[in-house]
């Protein structure tokens, strides 16, 4: 069915050092692919886990805050 390794989110944002929630918002915006099986679940291709390892770029969450003013 699927060809290659896939991980679930949880899997993926473990292997790749960062939150479930963040995995997810990647994949909304698609800047990382899947596989959707039934209406939640999501199945990430391995070859996205370097991608998620990379650090963030662009504007994706919200601002950060200043400590510093």
């Given at each position: 069915?699927?060809?290659?390794?896939?991980?679930?989110?949880?899997?993926?944002?473990?292997?790749?050092?960062?939150?479930?929630?963040?995995?997810?918002?990647?994949?909304?915006?698609?800047?990382?692919?899947?596989e959707?099986?039934?209406?939640?679940?999501?199945?990430?291709?391995?070859?996205?886990?370097?991608?998620?390892?990379?650090?963030?770029?662009?504007?994706?969450?919200?601002?950060?805050?200043?400590?510093?003013?």
């Amino acid at each position: 069915m699927l060809e290659g390794k896939y991980f679930t989110v949880t899997q993926s944002a473990e292997m790749a050092g960062c939150t479930v929630s963040y995995v997810r918002q990647l994949l909304r915006k698609g800047v990382i692919s899947g596989e959707k099986m039934g209406d939640r679940a999501w199945l990430i291709p391995a070859k996205e886990i370097e991608t998620l390892k990379k650090p963030p770029t662009g504007k994706i969450g919200r601002p950060r805050i200043d400590q510093n003013s």
